[in-house]
């Protein structure tokens, strides 16, 4: 029976940051297995390496309404401005353009400076001489976690991952099978998202058999889906995803029949996306077998080229409808191990690449080199396309992730990048905006309890023992909620605002139409399609939601489960309760609290599970089930 094998090197100390200075490096040495023998032996990236990493903190702050505005003017008009309350703080003279603040904005809370930036702009709009006035916008970085290590992962920003997580960082109901030497459950990164943990060499879920003593399999499984923003760590790809570790092989040589029982496993204990990172040079049918099992069920494969330094992408990666991933370094070229050539997909960061490492028995953060830690960058990407379009196919996120690539050779594929560098904000926004104009619909109701119900297929996740599954049902009934597409309804998943925008919408009947438009740039209109930008407008406009600020509804952002209350609140116009009323939680925000009193005066967070104990947090992202019992309340009032 043929062999497959995961060859690695070590590179101890390659730096270190003490006191804020960057000591040399310590030296060089390791162990490198065997080279791939001419009976098709596989490796598991050979030649990949790891070293110990540069330690630094870092963090970010996001951006609120910035309170100033710009106005341009026609040309000879001078400007005045203080009938307005309004100063001159700055200007551009070539276009003619005034930046302008409030004279008082120091006295005045947030929401008030808000509502005068944008009465004077509407002012100034009608008034001769003003071209144009808008609200001077905030030019930003996209979302950079504060894991202490996340400054020197240069792969995520590389390749695009702060934009992708604007959208999303993984849903916990989407899965990440990691098929490796198993990971250590003990790193902090893993924490509570290990699911159906398997050894297939000696067929046991014990933990002592599937957890990770070699190090690869946790490195891997570290840049594929890290916990991010979490203080700790690194940054994987995927944030709250589901990981899966299949443990394949008990040091660095594996056989294809334990690989495609792997596969298998995953398949069957249900896995969305499977990694592989290890690699042979023979086509076998066991390996093509089991790759068209996991096709065949809609399990999207990812797996690692190769590191042999020549033509030819070695198997499974090779196999048509795996996406193939080779390397390159921080200067976009191809790395010099990397294969190329035929059958090659795409490229990804592989150099120097920051995750999880055991020495001594004892998980570390280090530098890999190799294709096997560009692959489950990838495979964490499409974890998160699969957390926007839980229908997504194999074929279309291998489609999406060729057309968003950045081509970096000749243009089209070519046999050093295939269809180029992997672009994860492009291919997440491509994903989310294809699910969207596929799975939503004009359809409007009217609020009331004497709707007309229709018959519904049941949620194969939504049984009788399930939480919230009357209320997910009866909303179904309505035509106010719809499944995935796939049969489920993962009551679970979190939402963002233009979602739920949508959802309370048609539960209060509000009319739509494509006349209805909102102030906020940053949702889409979509030409023959209602969602997102009339459903959010017709929200905003009858007082249930507001934007982050004048201009921006950030739509692709989690919606918390105090937003959802409060635009529960405002929908049902819900009266101010007596004086006396006090709730079972505290006064947990000056925005949100007044809206959740009279919310829970009106009995509509009763069906909340937890609320009001010790541990409920008003600003986790409400579930998809939450969601449906405060609109279920709503409707039943």
Same mark, same amino acid.
């Given at each position: 029976?043929?062999?497959?094998?995961?060859?690695?090197?070590?590179?101890?100390? @390659?730096?270190?940051?003490?006191?804020?200075?960057?000591?040399?490096?310590?030296? $060089?040495?390791?162990?490198?297995?065997?080279?791939? !023998?001419?009976?098709? =032996?596989?490796?598991?990236?050979?030649?990949?390496?790891? =070293?110990?990493?540069? /330690?630094?903190?870092?963090?970010?702050?996001?951006?609120?309404?910035?309170?100033?505005?710009? &106005?341009?003017?026609?040309? !000879?008009?001078?400007?005045?401005?203080?009938?307005?309350?309004?100063?001159?703080?700055?200007?551009?003279?070539?276009?003619?353009?005034?930046?302008?603040?409030?004279?008082?904005?120091?006295?005045?809370?947030?929401?008030?400076?808000?509502?005068?930036?944008?009465?004077?702009? /509407?002012?100034?709009?009608?008034?001769?001489? &003003?071209? +144009?006035?808008?609200?001077?916008?905030?030019?930003?970085?996209?979302?950079?976690?504060?894991?202490?290590?996340?400054?020197?992962?240069?792969?995520?920003? /590389?390749?695009?991952?702060?934009?992708?997580?604007?959208?999303?960082?993984?849903?916990?109901?989407?899965?990440?099978?990691?098929?490796?030497?198993?990971?250590?459950?003990?790193?902090?990164?893993? =924490?509570?998202?290990?699911?159906?943990?398997?050894?297939?060499?000696?067929?046991?879920?014990?933990?002592?058999? +599937?957890?990770?003593?070699?190090?690869?399999?946790?490195?891997?499984?570290?840049?594929?889906?890290?916990? @991010?923003?979490? !203080?700790?760590?690194?940054?994987?790809?995927?944030?709250?995803?589901?990981?899966?570790?299949?443990?394949?092989?008990?040091?660095?040589?594996?056989?294809?029949?334990?690989?495609?029982?792997?596969?298998?496993?995953?398949?069957?204990?249900?896995?969305?996306?499977?990694?592989?990172?290890?690699?042979?040079?023979?086509?076998?049918?066991? /390996?093509?077998?089991?790759?068209?099992?996991?096709?065949?069920?809609?399990?999207?494969?990812?797996?690692?080229?190769?590191?042999?330094?020549?033509?030819?992408?070695?198997?499974?990666?090779?196999?048509?409808?795996?996406?193939?991933?080779?390397?390159?370094?921080?200067?976009?070229?191809?790395?010099?191990?990397?294969?190329?050539?035929?059958?090659?997909?795409?490229?990804?960061?592989?150099?120097?690449?920051?995750? +999880?490492?055991?020495?001594?028995?004892?998980?570390?953060?280090?530098?890999?080199?190799?294709?096997?830690?560009?692959?489950?960058?990838?495979?964490?990407?499409?974890?998160?396309?699969?957390?926007?379009?839980?229908?997504?196919?194999?074929?279309?996120?291998?489609?999406?992730?060729?057309?968003?690539?950045?081509?970096?050779?000749?243009?089209? +594929?070519?046999?050093?990048?295939?269809?180029?560098?992997?672009?994860?904000?492009?291919? &997440?926004?491509?994903?989310?905006?294809?699910?969207?104009?596929?799975?939503?619909?004009?359809?409007?109701?009217?609020?009331?309890?004497?709707?007309?119900?229709?018959?519904?297929?049941?949620?194969?996740?939504?049984?009788?023992?399930?939480?919230?599954?009357?209320?997910?049902?009866?909303?179904?009934?309505?035509?106010?909620?719809?499944?995935?597409?796939?049969?489920?309804?993962?009551?679970?998943?979190?939402?963002?605002?233009?979602?739920?925008?949508?959802?309370?919408?048609?539960?209060?009947?509000?009319?739509?139409?494509?006349?209805?438009?909102?102030?906020?740039?940053? &949702?889409?209109?979509?030409?023959?399609?209602? *969602?997102?930008? $009339?459903?959010?407008?017709?929200?905003?406009?009858? @007082?249930?939601?507001?934007?982050?600020?004048?201009?921006?509804?950030?739509?692709?952002?989690?919606? =918390?489960?105090?937003?959802?209350?409060?635009?529960?609140?405002?929908?049902?116009?819900?009266?101010?309760?007596?004086?006396?009323?006090?709730?079972?939680?505290?006064?947990?925000?000056?925005?949100?609290?007044? *809206?959740?009193?009279?919310?829970?005066?009106?009995?509509?967070?009763?069906?909340?599970?937890?609320?009001?104990?010790? @541990?409920?947090?008003?600003?986790?992202?409400?579930?998809? !089930?939450?969601?449906?019992?405060?609109?279920?309340?709503?409707?039943?009032?």
């Amino acid at each position: 029976m043929r062999r497959i094998r995961v060859t690695l090197r070590l590179v101890l100390a @390659g730096a270190l940051l003490t006191a804020g200075v960057l000591l040399p490096a310590l030296g $060089h040495g390791g162990v490198q297995a065997a080279s791939l !023998g001419s009976a098709g =032996s596989a490796s598991a990236d050979s030649g990949s390496t790891w =070293s110990w990493p540069i /330690q630094q903190l870092g963090s970010s702050t996001p951006s609120t309404g910035t309170g100033r505005i710009v &106005v341009r003017l026609v040309a !000879g008009v001078a400007p005045d401005f203080s009938s307005l309350g309004l100063r001159e703080i700055d200007s551009v003279p070539g276009l003619n353009l005034h930046v302008l603040s409030l004279v008082d904005a120091g006295s005045l809370g947030l929401a008030e400076a808000e509502a005068r930036i944008v009465a004077d702009m /509407q002012i100034m709009r009608m008034t001769p001489g &003003v071209v +144009w006035a808008e609200e001077d916008g905030r030019v930003e970085s996209s979302r950079i976690p504060n894991d202490p290590s996340y400054h020197d992962q240069w792969g995520p920003p /590389q390749v695009g991952l702060p934009a992708a997580w604007d959208v999303t960082t993984g849903s916990a109901e989407v899965t990440i099978a990691v098929l490796d030497t198993g990971i250590d459950r003990n790193i902090p990164d893993f =924490s509570g998202r290990i699911v159906s943990p398997h050894n297939v060499v000696n067929d046991s879920s014990d933990t002592s058999s +599937w957890t990770d003593t070699e190090g690869h399999g946790s490195g891997v499984a570290g840049v594929a889906a890290a916990a @991010g923003n979490d !203080g700790q760590g690194i940054a994987g790809a995927a944030w709250n995803v589901k990981i899966m570790p299949i443990k394949i092989t008990e040091s660095d040589l594996a056989y294809d029949s334990t690989l495609a029982a792997g596969i298998t496993y995953a398949v069957d204990h249900g896995a969305d996306v499977i990694n592989v990172s290890f690699t042979g040079g023979v086509d076998t049918r066991v /390996q093509r077998d089991a790759v068209d099992y996991a096709l065949t069920h809609n399990v999207i494969m990812v797996a690692s080229a190769g590191n042999h330094s020549s033509a030819g992408v070695e198997y499974p990666a090779a196999y048509p409808g795996v996406i193939s991933v080779g390397a390159v370094d921080q200067m976009d070229a191809r790395s010099s191990y990397s294969a190329y050539g035929a059958g090659l997909d795409l490229v990804a960061p592989g150099d120097g690449i920051l995750s +999880w490492a055991i020495a001594d028995g004892v998980s570390r953060l280090g530098l890999w080199s190799g294709t096997s830690f560009a692959a489950p960058l990838v495979a964490g990407v499409v974890a998160l396309m699969r957390s926007v379009d839980t229908n997504l196919t194999p074929s279309q996120a291998a489609d999406i992730l060729e057309q968003t690539a950045k081509d970096l050779g000749p243009a089209g +594929w070519d046999r050093d990048f295939g269809y180029g560098l992997i672009d994860a904000g492009a291919a &997440v926004r491509t994903a989310f905006e294809a699910a969207s104009t596929t799975t939503t619909s004009s359809t409007s109701t009217t609020l009331s309890t004497t709707t007309t119900t229709t018959p519904v297929q049941p949620f194969s996740d939504v049984g009788p023992t399930t939480q919230y599954a009357s209320q997910i049902n009866d909303l179904a009934s309505r035509g106010l909620v719809t499944g995935m597409g796939d049969g489920t309804f993962r009551p679970g998943q979190s939402l963002t605002r233009q979602q739920f925008a949508k959802m309370i919408v048609l539960t209060m009947g509000y009319p739509v139409s494509e006349a209805d438009s909102s102030p906020f740039t940053d &949702v889409r209109d979509v030409v023959g399609n209602l *969602y997102p930008y $009339h459903y959010v407008a017709v929200a905003w406009k009858n @007082g249930v939601t507001q934007g982050t600020n004048p201009i921006h509804y950030s739509p692709f952002a989690n919606i =918390s489960r105090a937003q959802v209350i409060t635009m529960v609140a405002r929908a049902a116009e819900l009266a101010e309760p007596p004086d006396w009323f006090v709730p079972t939680f505290g006064n947990f925000s000056a925005d949100h609290y007044p *809206y959740a009193r009279k919310a829970a005066y009106a009995g509509l967070l009763d069906g909340l599970s937890g609320i009001g104990s010790r @541990g409920y947090d008003f600003w986790t992202p409400a579930t998809r !089930g939450e969601a449906c019992v405060l609109l279920y309340d709503l409707l039943h009032r």
